[in-house]
């Protein structure tokens, strides 16, 4: 069974960075694509960032020119890093990795945004 463990979550103020990290039971080349979601109270889960096998990112417009997804193949981690976050982006965040018949997910690792 595939795990996905997310971590680095926090509080931060306005304007400031925070890098999450999510680390793979398996090698994360074995995903067609690995992701960040989130989901803030009352809404829906929603995309953040993707990146494909082959080493592509795509991102939401809401967060284009701030976050940044990456991984480490060593390490089967996927990082999303955060910068000039604004208080809209507190959520949870959650890793995602598909494959053609299958799709996990992890805990969620909370990201708080506030002065």
């Known amino acids: 069974q595939v795990q996905l463990v997310e971590s680095g979550g926090g509080l931060v103020q306005p304007g400031g960075s925070l890098r999450i990290s999510c680390a793979s039971s398996a090698t994360i080349f074995s995903f067609n694509t690995m992701g960040w979601y989130r989901q803030s109270p009352g809404n829906q889960r929603e995309l953040v960032a993707l990146?494909?096998?082959?080493?592509?990112?795509n991102y939401a417009d809401a967060v284009k020119g701030r976050f940044a997804i990456s991984r480490d193949g060593a390490k089967n981690t996927v990082y999303l890093q955060m910068n000039s976050l604004k208080p809209e982006d507190t959520a949870v965040y959650y890793c995602?990795?598909?494959?053609?018949?299958?799709?996990?997910w992890g805990q969620g690792t909370q990201v708080t945004v506030s002065s």
């Open positions: 995602n990795g598909k494959r053609t018949f299958s799709e996990y």
């Open positions: 990146l494909s096998v082959q080493g592509s990112p």
